[in-house]
Protein backbone atom coordinates (compact mmCIF):
# COMPACT_ATOMS: atom_id res chain seq x y z
CA UNK A 1 0.00 0.00 0.00
CA UNK A 2 1.54 3.42 -0.99
CA UNK A 3 -0.94 6.21 0.20
CA UNK A 4 -3.34 6.21 3.29
CA UNK A 5 -5.30 9.37 3.83
CA UNK A 6 -7.02 9.83 6.98
CA UNK A 7 -10.23 11.47 7.73
CA UNK A 8 -11.71 11.99 11.14
CA UNK A 9 -15.26 13.24 11.67
CA UNK A 10 -17.72 13.96 13.32
CA UNK A 11 -20.98 15.62 11.91
CA UNK A 12 -19.49 15.88 8.86
CA UNK A 13 -22.80 14.36 7.06
CA UNK A 14 -22.63 17.20 4.57
CA UNK A 15 -18.92 17.59 3.66
CA UNK A 16 -17.66 14.06 3.67
CA UNK A 17 -19.11 12.09 0.63
CA UNK A 18 -18.36 15.41 -1.50
CA UNK A 19 -14.98 15.38 -0.05
CA UNK A 20 -13.96 11.34 -0.52
CA UNK A 21 -14.95 11.57 -4.28
CA UNK A 22 -12.51 15.08 -4.44
CA UNK A 23 -9.58 12.94 -3.30
CA UNK A 24 -10.47 9.67 -4.90
CA UNK A 25 -10.08 12.15 -8.18
CA UNK A 26 -6.93 13.60 -7.16
CA UNK A 27 -5.69 10.20 -6.32
CA UNK A 28 -6.96 8.57 -9.32
CA UNK A 29 -3.85 7.67 -10.89
CA UNK A 30 -2.63 6.20 -7.54
CA UNK A 31 -3.24 2.14 -7.44
CA UNK A 32 -2.24 1.28 -4.03
CA UNK A 33 -4.39 4.01 -1.77
CA UNK A 34 -7.48 3.76 0.88
CA UNK A 35 -9.07 6.51 2.34
CA UNK A 36 -9.96 5.60 5.97
CA UNK A 37 -12.91 7.66 7.52
CA UNK A 38 -13.31 7.46 11.35
CA UNK A 39 -16.31 8.58 12.48
CA UNK A 40 -16.64 9.57 16.41
CA UNK A 41 -20.30 8.21 16.17
CA UNK A 42 -21.96 11.40 14.97
CA UNK A 43 -25.64 11.96 15.52
CA UNK A 44 -25.93 13.31 12.20
CA UNK A 45 -25.89 10.27 10.57
CA UNK A 46 -22.11 10.36 9.20
CA UNK A 47 -21.09 7.16 9.50
CA UNK A 48 -24.02 5.40 8.11
CA UNK A 49 -24.01 8.21 5.12
CA UNK A 50 -20.45 6.74 4.60
CA UNK A 51 -21.40 3.01 4.77
CA UNK A 52 -23.88 3.46 2.49
CA UNK A 53 -22.54 5.25 -0.33
CA UNK A 54 -18.95 3.60 -0.27
CA UNK A 55 -19.86 -0.04 0.61
CA UNK A 56 -18.79 -1.09 -2.85
CA UNK A 57 -15.65 0.52 -2.95
CA UNK A 58 -12.55 -1.02 -1.59
CA UNK A 59 -10.63 1.67 -1.48
CA UNK A 60 -12.56 3.83 1.04
CA UNK A 61 -13.03 2.24 4.73
CA UNK A 62 -14.97 3.13 7.40
CA UNK A 63 -14.26 3.25 10.70
CA UNK A 64 -16.87 3.68 14.02
CA UNK A 65 -15.80 4.98 17.51
CA UNK A 66 -18.19 5.07 20.30
CA UNK A 67 -15.55 5.13 22.92
CA UNK A 68 -12.66 7.34 23.65
CA UNK A 69 -13.58 10.14 21.51
CA UNK A 70 -12.35 12.85 20.14
CA UNK A 71 -10.08 14.76 17.17
CA UNK A 72 -6.52 13.02 18.21
CA UNK A 73 -7.91 9.84 19.25
CA UNK A 74 -9.80 9.27 16.20
CA UNK A 75 -6.59 10.57 14.01
CA UNK A 76 -4.69 7.78 16.02
CA UNK A 77 -7.31 5.14 15.67
CA UNK A 78 -6.81 5.54 11.29
CA UNK A 79 -3.14 5.46 11.92
CA UNK A 80 -3.75 2.00 13.71
CA UNK A 81 -5.68 0.71 10.92
CA UNK A 82 -3.98 2.48 8.08
CA UNK A 83 -1.46 0.14 5.58
CA UNK A 84 0.24 2.71 3.38
CA UNK A 85 4.00 3.53 3.10
CA UNK A 86 2.77 7.41 3.70
CA UNK A 87 -0.35 8.98 5.54
CA UNK A 88 -2.32 12.17 4.60
CA UNK A 89 -4.16 13.83 7.62
CA UNK A 90 -6.40 16.50 7.12
CA UNK A 91 -9.92 17.96 8.15
CA UNK A 92 -13.20 17.05 6.89
CA UNK A 93 -15.05 20.51 6.16
CA UNK A 94 -12.93 22.00 3.55
CA UNK A 95 -10.85 23.84 5.34
CA UNK A 96 -8.04 21.88 4.02
CA UNK A 97 -7.91 21.81 -0.19
CA UNK A 98 -7.35 18.42 -1.53
CA UNK A 99 -5.76 19.66 -4.53
CA UNK A 100 -2.57 19.85 -2.08
CA UNK A 101 -2.31 16.35 -1.91
CA UNK A 102 -0.68 16.23 -5.00
CA UNK A 103 2.00 18.36 -3.45
CA UNK A 104 2.47 16.19 -0.43
CA UNK A 105 2.56 12.55 -2.35
CA UNK A 106 5.34 14.50 -4.71
CA UNK A 107 7.21 15.90 -1.78
CA UNK A 108 7.22 13.14 0.28
CA UNK A 109 9.94 11.19 -1.48
CA UNK A 110 12.44 13.25 -0.37
CA UNK A 111 11.30 14.10 3.37
CA UNK A 112 9.83 12.55 6.23
CA UNK A 113 6.77 15.18 6.78
CA UNK A 114 5.13 17.56 4.83
CA UNK A 115 2.75 19.86 6.42
CA UNK A 116 0.64 22.71 4.60
CA UNK A 117 1.26 26.01 6.13
CA UNK A 118 -1.51 29.21 6.88
CA UNK A 119 2.12 31.16 7.85
CA UNK A 120 5.46 30.39 5.59
CA UNK A 121 5.55 32.51 1.81
CA UNK A 122 2.09 32.29 0.50
CA UNK A 123 -0.21 31.11 3.25
CA UNK A 124 -3.22 32.06 4.58
CA UNK A 125 -6.60 32.24 6.15
CA UNK A 126 -10.27 32.96 5.07
CA UNK A 127 -11.54 33.42 8.84
CA UNK A 128 -8.92 36.54 9.65
CA UNK A 129 -9.61 36.87 13.12
CA UNK A 130 -8.59 33.27 13.68
CA UNK A 131 -6.31 33.15 11.31
CA UNK A 132 -4.11 36.24 13.76
CA UNK A 133 -4.41 34.95 16.79
CA UNK A 134 -3.45 31.45 16.03
CA UNK A 135 -0.31 33.60 14.00
CA UNK A 136 0.28 34.98 17.46
CA UNK A 137 -0.04 31.46 19.23
CA UNK A 138 2.24 30.10 17.10
CA UNK A 139 4.74 33.18 17.99
CA UNK A 140 4.43 31.53 21.92
CA UNK A 141 4.78 28.20 20.22
CA UNK A 142 7.64 28.47 18.39
CA UNK A 143 9.43 30.19 21.33
CA UNK A 144 8.01 27.30 23.95
CA UNK A 145 9.00 24.43 21.84
CA UNK A 146 12.35 25.93 20.28
CA UNK A 147 11.06 25.31 16.78
CA UNK A 148 11.42 27.40 13.57
CA UNK A 149 8.36 25.51 12.03
CA UNK A 150 5.73 28.44 11.32
CA UNK A 151 2.44 27.10 11.81
CA UNK A 152 2.22 24.39 14.80
CA UNK A 153 -1.60 24.31 14.51
CA UNK A 154 -2.54 23.42 10.81
CA UNK A 155 -3.31 19.60 10.83
CA UNK A 156 -2.95 19.02 7.19
CA UNK A 157 0.03 16.62 7.03
CA UNK A 158 1.97 13.92 5.04
CA UNK A 159 3.97 11.67 7.09
CA UNK A 160 6.53 7.89 6.49
CA UNK A 161 4.36 5.66 8.33
CA UNK A 162 8.17 4.71 9.36
CA UNK A 163 8.50 7.73 10.92
CA UNK A 164 5.50 7.55 12.65
CA UNK A 165 6.34 4.02 14.35
CA UNK A 166 9.53 5.52 15.90
CA UNK A 167 7.46 8.31 17.86
CA UNK A 168 5.79 7.98 20.85
CA UNK A 169 1.88 8.09 19.70
CA UNK A 170 0.57 7.38 23.12
CA UNK A 171 2.07 10.91 23.96
CA UNK A 172 0.88 12.19 21.03
CA UNK A 173 -2.41 11.08 19.77
CA UNK A 174 -5.07 12.30 22.51
CA UNK A 175 -6.97 15.71 22.91
CA UNK A 176 -7.38 17.93 20.38
CA UNK A 177 -5.61 20.13 17.41
CA UNK A 178 -2.41 20.22 20.25
CA UNK A 179 -1.20 17.05 19.40
CA UNK A 180 -0.03 18.53 15.78
CA UNK A 181 2.55 20.52 17.53
CA UNK A 182 3.38 17.45 19.76
CA UNK A 183 3.66 14.96 16.80
CA UNK A 184 6.14 17.89 15.13
CA UNK A 185 7.72 18.00 18.76
CA UNK A 186 8.80 15.07 18.76
CA UNK A 187 9.83 14.47 14.96
CA UNK A 188 11.99 16.99 15.19
CA UNK A 189 13.96 15.67 18.44
CA UNK A 190 14.52 13.06 16.42
CA UNK A 191 15.92 15.00 13.56
CA UNK A 192 13.75 14.27 11.02
CA UNK A 193 13.55 16.49 7.78
CA UNK A 194 10.18 19.03 8.05
CA UNK A 195 9.36 20.90 5.40
CA UNK A 196 6.32 23.58 4.91
CA UNK A 197 4.33 24.47 2.28
CA UNK A 198 2.00 27.05 1.79
CA UNK A 199 -1.38 26.47 1.93
CA UNK A 200 -4.78 28.69 1.85
CA UNK A 201 -7.40 27.39 4.50
CA UNK A 202 -10.81 28.17 3.18
CA UNK A 203 -14.14 28.66 5.94
CA UNK A 204 -15.94 25.22 6.23
CA UNK A 205 -18.40 24.57 3.61
CA UNK A 206 -21.24 23.00 5.41
CA UNK A 207 -22.60 22.78 9.01
CA UNK A 208 -20.98 24.69 12.63
CA UNK A 209 -17.32 24.14 13.93
CA UNK A 210 -17.31 22.09 17.39
CA UNK A 211 -14.74 23.84 18.90
CA UNK A 212 -14.52 27.21 20.94
CA UNK A 213 -10.85 28.37 19.29
CA UNK A 214 -10.28 30.63 22.29
CA UNK A 215 -10.48 28.24 24.91
CA UNK A 216 -8.61 25.25 22.85
CA UNK A 217 -5.68 28.08 22.74
CA UNK A 218 -6.35 28.25 26.19
CA UNK A 219 -6.10 24.58 26.71
CA UNK A 220 -2.89 24.64 24.19
CA UNK A 221 -0.80 26.83 26.02
CA UNK A 222 -0.95 24.09 29.08
CA UNK A 223 -0.21 21.44 26.48
CA UNK A 224 2.98 23.41 25.36
CA UNK A 225 4.23 24.21 28.61
CA UNK A 226 3.85 20.59 29.71
CA UNK A 227 5.44 18.91 26.65
CA UNK A 228 8.53 22.13 26.83
CA UNK A 229 8.84 20.66 30.63
CA UNK A 230 8.23 16.88 29.92
CA UNK A 231 5.45 17.20 32.82
CA UNK A 232 3.71 13.93 30.51
CA UNK A 233 3.37 10.37 32.59
Same mark, same amino acid.
Given at each position: ?????????????????? =?????????????????????????? #????????? @???????K????????? =? /???? #?????? /?????????????T $?????I???????????????????????????? $??? @?? @??????????????????? #?????????????????????????Y??????? /???????????????????? #????????????????? /????? @?N???
Amino acid at each position: MDLSVILPTYNEKNNIVN =LVNQILEVIKNIENKEIIIVDDNSPD #GTYLACKKT @FETNDKVKTILRENNRG =L /ANSI #GEGIKF /AQGENIIVMDTDFT $HDPKLITQLIYLIKEYDIISCSRYCAGGFMENKI $HFY @FS @FFFNLFLRIMLKTQIQDNL #GGYFCIKKSVLNTLPKEKIFFGYGEYFFRLLYF /AQKKKYTIIEIPAFYSLRRE #GKSKSNFLLLLYKYFFE /AVKLR @FNLYK
